[in-house]
């Protein structure tokens, strides 16, 4: 297992729990940012790339996406 999908699980669970708390605490920013790094993490361990890359990856797609 490399250091890459360590890092995209360790953030995939990181994610899914400031999901969680923001969700609880009624807090949607916090939330939102749960979601995205769960989305950085599961694109890191898929793609076996580093969390930079991914950060990067994401980007360009909301990036695009708000184009269209």
Not at 1 to 18: D, E, F, N, P, Q
Not at 24 to 45: M, P, T, W
Not at 56 to 63: N, R, T, Y
């Amino acid at each position: 297992m490399s250091t890459h999908s360590l890092a995209g699980r360790y953030y995939k669970v990181l994610g899914r729990i400031r999901e969680w708390l923001g969700t609880v605490s009624g807090n949607e920013l916090s939330a939102q940012i749960g979601r995205h790094d769960r989305l950085v993490g599961k694109v890191a361990l898929e793609q076996d790339i580093s969390l930079h890359e991914a950060e990067l990856i994401v980007e360009e797609s909301a990036e695009e996406s708000q184009r269209l």
